[in-house]
């Protein structure tokens, strides 16, 4: 079916207002919170890293514009060359990484580039988001009658494109990034309709290798030792399981984090004022300062933001209809939630540790950039839809 609208340009009517006003609310929030942490509440204070969070923030808002203007055609095109790009980056990273990072992070994960570092994971989630959702609706449709034979081979299509993105990261000693990537993947798979036939035993045994894993590492971490795990990662569950046991070691970070959230209480103590030292409080504990300075009720402003802006995103999908936007948008919804969950959490103590960074919010160009890229990729869906919602194309990507 045909119509003359087929070929018609996408109108600014078509722009998702909901999506821009939440993540400049989250632009506003971010910025004046590190104003307070790196330079009100710093003994060395400085604007460059406000300066640069600005700016990558105008640079990402040019992202935004560049991905809105690709339909669903031309990303379904581009999908398989993003992904290789990103394999190849993640490739990359391994030989040229930061050696100075590396020494203190421990981590084979940024490009330096001068003062600038990159992190080549935190834009190639989208790649993959991309991929996956050409992989999901593809299968689809050449499915005439979906089995439990044929959920088993979708299965195995998703891990097959996502196991060499997962090695990549995790041999770059960066867990926290993985932890990331499977909850998109994990995301995009339960929205691509796997009975739960498969679903249900799969989630049992991973939960149940969980509850092993945690009581192993109570009781017999010289097994998981030998099994390759770290003993850095046994000091992150023991803070988590009792934060104040080492409140000087290994467990201080978290538990000035939650002193510093406590200290708040209700309303907080204003911008700029602080009386507890929280480590990297400018990127992974950065809810730490909105805790102390704005208190419970600037935290739940924080946490409403982001209820709205997922919630922009779920109607879209239910609006626009298209099932390869779909499924890139589950991707999308996934990777910005976990970030929060885990952030939120692990600040709070409810967590382990894991240096995931908040969304939007935290100092990091590269967190920021992939962030603002899902944005584009969701804003698309929108902008586009009229242009064809009567074409061909619907035909083949439509719910």
């Not at 909105?290 to 946490?303: P, Q, R, S, V, W």
């Not at 950039?369 to 869906?381: A, D, F, P, R, Y």
């Amino acid at each position: 079916m045909r119509n003359q609208q087929t070929n018609s340009k996408p109108d600014v009517s078509k722009i998702d207002y909901g999506i821009i006003l939440s993540v400049l609310l989250l632009a506003i929030i971010s910025v004046v919170t590190l104003y307070s942490t790196m330079y009100l509440m710093s003994s060395t204070p400085s604007l460059k890293p406000v300066i640069m969070h600005i700016a990558w923030y105008a640079l990402g808002t040019i992202v935004v514009i560049i991905m809105m203007n690709f339909d669903s055609e031309q990303l379904w095109k581009l999908a398989p060359v993003a992904y290789f790009l990103g394999i190849i980056l993640l490739i990359l990273v391994l030989i040229f990484y930061d050696r100075e990072l590396y020494a203190s992070q421990g981590a084979k994960s940024w490009f330096a580039f001068g003062p600038v570092t990159v992190q080549p994971s935190e834009v190639v989630k989208i790649s993959l988001i991309m991929m996956l959702g050409r992989v999901i609706t593809k299968h689809n449709m050449e499915t005439e009658e979906r089995s439990v034979k044929t959920d088993w081979l979708l299965l195995l299509k998703i891990a097959a494109w996502s196991f060499p993105v997962l090695f990549l990261i995790l041999i770059q000693n960066d867990l926290g990034t993985v932890l990331v990537y499977l909850a998109i993947i994990i995301g995009m798979t339960l929205m691509s309709g796997v009975s739960w036939k498969i679903l249900l035993p799969v989630f049992v045994i991973i939960g149940t290798l969980g509850a092993l894993l945690i009581v192993l590492v109570v009781y017999n971490r010289e097994l998981l030792l030998t099994v390759g795990f770290k003993p850095y990662q046994f000091a992150r569950i023991d803070s988590w399981l009792d934060p104040f046991s080492d409140s000087r070691g290994d467990a201080f970070q978290l538990a000035q984090s939650m002193k510093a959230i406590g200290s708040g209480r209700l309303f907080g103590k204003g911008i700029g004022v602080s009386e507890v030292y929280v480590p990297v409080r400018e990127s992974d504990m950065i809810f730490a300062t909105i805790g102390e300075n704005f208190g419970f009720i600037g935290g739940c402003f924080l946490i409403l933001v982001y209820f709205l802006l997922i919630y922009q995103m779920v109607r879209i999908c239910f609006d626009t209809k298209n099932e390869f936007y779909a499924y890139m948008t589950t991707g999308v919804i996934m990777m910005i939630l976990f970030h929060v969950l885990e952030n939120i959490g692990m600040s709070i103590g409810l967590l382990p540790l894991t240096g995931i960074p908040l969304p939007f919010i935290s100092q990091g160009g590269s967190s920021l950039l992939g962030n603002m890229m899902g944005i584009g990729l969701v804003m698309s869906m929108r902008y586009h839809y009229k242009s064809y919602m009567f074409s061909d194309e619907a035909e083949h990507y439509s719910i």
